[in-house]
């Protein structure tokens, strides 16, 4: 059911088919460099073999950077489903595709994603021991966006302290796209440490609960990367950061958990040219990878571990941003480098 495809800067991509349940995907392992790959499993309705094959290559090679740059010893992969999950997931194909991460034998590690849940993934466990993000189990994690949540609001804190002098966010104006589950928990942290809220999302309810629950103020969704605000927190969806928004962005920082938030590698300049900060978003958003990387490793003490990584990844942020100002590059180019750097050992 595994067929290998040659495809150079990986260590191993496979094409997936069962023919008995309708099974058809990939399985992409980037890098085991520091570790076994982990990514989750992500199923989409795509319209042509080839934009999944482009799409796992280009998710797995993002984990290898993700896992890296939060210090975890875990490479980089990622698997992709073609087909729509309301209409064609059932439990025939979910085990099929256990049995595909079972034969790779441990290179890879499967998790939740778009168009997954963790009742599928006890549907993967029954025919794998790779798999993460259960609900139930010794070493369950569960829901990662509050862990999410909690490393952007601390990499947030760094970086206001490169942005505006202080960490304190007291008085500071974050305008928060997106509040769905990551945030939601962002807004009531930034509540919390007495930071103003300008708030938007397409979903009225959601607004309207932070209205009610953090005085926040309501903007329409297309307006809120441009409102007078000190920090701009991207976490609804990618390519926010881009040549027609940057110009009207009056944040003097952008840190949000929003994956792949600048649309493209032009935006670095442009933003430094505006003298905006930009915490690079695949260090800043680490806390749900640590939080599913607690459950692969089986770590007994699951609270003080996740604390210790987050900590972690705040000294990472910090590093990041003191040799971008010292080397004269983008935060985003810094940390790619620094990344790269940690590839070339293995974790401890
Ligand atoms: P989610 O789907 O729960 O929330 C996204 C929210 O954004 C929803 O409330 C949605 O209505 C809103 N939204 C969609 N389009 C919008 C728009 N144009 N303007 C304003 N609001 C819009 O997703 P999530 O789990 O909170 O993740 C948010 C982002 O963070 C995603 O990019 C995700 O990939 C990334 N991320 C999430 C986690 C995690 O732990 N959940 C970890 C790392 C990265």
Same mark, same amino acid.
């Given at each position: ?277 930009? !915490? *690079?978003?695949?260090? $800043?958003?680490? @806390? ?7 459950? +692969? %490793?089986?770590?007994?003490? =699951? !609270? *003080?571990?996740?604390? $210790?990584?987050? @900590? ?7 590093? +990041? %941003?003191?040799?971008?100002? =010292?080397?004269?590059?983008?935060? $985003? ?16």
């Amino acid at each position: 059911m595994l067929t290998k495809l040659d495809q150079s800067g990986y260590e191993g991509v496979y094409r997936v088919e069962d023919a008995a349940s309708g099974l058809r995907g990939y399985i992409a392992v980037h890098s085991t460099v520091r570790g076994p790959a982990a990514g989750g499993l992500r199923m989409r309705p795509y319209a042509a073999e080839a934009e999944a094959l482009e799409d796992v290559l280009r998710l797995s090679a993002g984990m290898t950077y993700k896992n890296a740059a939060a210090d975890l010893p875990l490479g980089g992969g990622k698997a992709v489903i073609i087909g729509d999950p309301a209409k064609d997931k059932s439990e025939a194909l979910l085990r099929a595709m256990g049995r595909a991460v079972e034969a790779l034998e441990g290179k890879y590690w499967t998790a939740e994603d778009m168009g997954m849940s963790p009742d599928d993934m006890a549907v993967l466990a029954q025919e794998t021991k790779y798999v993460a993000g259960l609900g139930q189990g010794d070493f369950a994690s569960g829901d990662p966006s509050p862990v999410t949540a909690a490393g952007v609001l601390g990499c947030m804190e760094v970086a206001a302290r490169h942005a505006f002098g202080s960490s304190n966010l007291q008085g500071k104006t974050v305008a928060v796209q997106g509040l769905g589950h990551v945030g939601m928990y962002l807004a009531e942290g930034l509540h919390r440490a007495g930071a103003k809220l300008i708030v938007a999302d397409t979903n009225a309810r959601a607004v309207q609960e932070a209205m009610e629950r953090f005085e926040a103020v309501a903007v329409a969704p297309e307006a809120i990367h441009g409102v007078e605000a000190d920090i701009y927190a991207p976490c609804a969806i990618g390519g926010t950061v881009n040549m027609g928004t940057i110009p009207e962005i009056k944040a003097k920082l952008i840190c949000g958990a929003a994956n792949n938030q600048l649309a493209s590698r032009r935006e670095r300049m442009l933003l430094e040219a505006r003298d905006i900060l930009y !915490a *690079p978003d695949y260090v $800043a958003n680490g @806390g749900g990878i640590i939080n599913v990387a607690a459950e +692969i %490793l089986k770590i007994e003490t =699951r !609270a *003080p571990w996740v604390a $210790a990584r987050l @900590g972690r990844l705040e000294e990472t942020m910090d590093q +990041i %941003l003191n040799r971008a100002l =010292r080397n004269r590059q983008t935060p $985003a180019d810094v940390a790619d480098a620094l990344v790269e750097e940690r590839l070339t050992v293995k974790a401890a």
